[in-house]
């Protein structure tokens, strides 16, 4: 039961907790679900690491530029269902790992990790992010 070093592209069970839900008062995520690891990085002298997630989730975006589907091969091989599924690039949580929202996978005793996304659509990912802050877009990071 062991969690994972957290790197990006690393897929992770987590309470995933919207901006709208954070605007609404809300302290924990109402869904756990799959997020990928966006940034990793040590944030102090102690070695905590702070650590950037995007949520995986069966809405489409509403524009496209604000979501990266992911292939229904990578979904299989990292042991998610096989409706479509988007990586969102626009809702962010930002949190010190471990933290309290890391949760086992269902099915899966003692695993906190699917797996890691393929380098391509994780580079993708982190693209489409900095394109967004680029541009001046919303990229909203919400601090768990």
């Not at 102690?46 to 229904?72: C, F, N, Q, R, Y």
């Not at 003692?110 to 394109?131: C, K, M, N, T």
Request: proline share 10%.
């Amino acid at each position: 039961m062991t969690l994972p070093r957290p790197q990006p592209g690393l897929v992770i069970h987590y309470a995933f907790l919207w901006s709208h839900e954070a605007a609404a008062g809300l302290q924990e995520g109402l869904k756990d679900r799959p997020c990928a690891v966006v940034v990793a990085t040590q944030t102090d002298p102690a070695g905590d690491l702070l650590v950037v997630v995007a949520p995986v989730t069966h809405s489409p975006p509403g524009d496209v530029t604000t979501g990266i589907e992911v292939p229904p091969d990578v979904k299989r091989r990292l042991g998610l269902d096989q409706s479509r599924s988007w990586v969102m690039l626009d809702n962010l949580n930002r949190f010190a790992w471990p933290g309290y929202d890391i949760r086992p996978i269902p099915g899966r005793a003692g695993e906190f990790a699917y797996g890691r996304l393929p380098s391509g659509l994780w580079l993708r990912i982190r693209d489409g992010i900095l394109r967004l802050n680029e541009r001046g877009s919303s990229v909203r990071i919400t601090p768990r």
